[in-house]
């Protein structure tokens, strides 16, 4: 199966500050991506879908300007949590997905805020 | 609009014991269907995948389902579970529209396999 690579997989920040996470699609070219959130002892939440080279398509309720996602290329996705609080502590997943096939997942990356 | 619900939340099975994990769907038109796991620590894992054809799908480490379009339905079964299956288990759906569209999971169910 394809790799998706996720960095960092763990992030610790201050209440505050920006954390950018990566995700790369290591050998085929994504023009689609996708972000999740997973609360503890919990399911997947979709974030957004990020297209290459277009804006992202936000889930209801997801804040666009706190969860700033920058699709630059086909095989890179950033997601970036702007001024992190306590609250937006979570397991961040990126997946990525082919036409007519499943979808490859990152390892993840758990942010605390601090 | 798409959901995809699963109705056992933890289910605690001895070794040898037969599994079944129940998954609906709710899609307006044709569905793409999967069953993930996620061990402890680790990334979702793919265990199997129906997108058309034969409804009965056999997936990694011995586990099955069965896509039964009447009861809109998708349930993961392996008949003999073994202590390493203990993992949290996705079913996740995705409309059939030969774009990389996006999947729904249901809620998860946590499988714990004693001795």
């Known amino acids: 199966g394809a790799v998706v690579s996720q960095h960092p997989s763990w992030v610790i920040c201050k209440s505050g500050t920006s954390v950018k996470i990566e995700c790369r699609s290591l050998d085929f070219q994504a023009t689609t991506m996708f972000w999740y959130r997973q609360f503890p002892k919990q399911s997947l939440m979709l974030m957004a879908t990020s297209n290459e080279g277009s804006k992202a398509t936000y889930e209801q309720g997801v804040e666009k300007d706190k969860f700033l996602i920058n699709h630059a290329s086909l095989t890179l996705s950033t997601l970036t949590v702007t001024s992190a609080h306590p609250e937006d502590s979570s397991f961040y997943i990126c997946?990525?997905?082919?036409?007519?096939?499943?979808?490859?997942f990152g390892q993840g990356t758990r942010l605390t805020v601090v | 609009a798409q959901s995809v619900s699963q109705h056992n939340h933890h289910v605690i099975l001895s070794e040898a014991a037969s599994l079944e994990l129940g998954c609906n769907y709710s899609y307006g038109g044709t569905v793409n269907l999967f069953w993930y796991v996620q061990y402890p620590g680790q990334h979702l894992q793919l265990l199997l995948k129906?997108?058309?054809?034969?409804?009965l799908v056999k997936g990694i480490k011995g586990f099955e389902a069965e896509f039964i379009k009447s009861k809109f339905s998708f349930n993961l079964r392996k008949p003999s579970v073994q202590w390493s299956d203990t993992a949290e288990y996705f079913c996740?759906?995705?409309?059939?529209?030969?774009?990389?569209?996006?999947?729904?999971f249901g809620t998860g169910t946590r499988l714990q396999v004693t001795l």
């Open positions: 129906y997108f058309s054809g034969d409804p």
């Open positions: 996740a759906g995705a409309p059939n529209t030969g774009t990389a569209s996006k999947l729904t």
């Open positions: 997946s990525a997905r082919k036409p007519f096939t499943e979808a490859f």
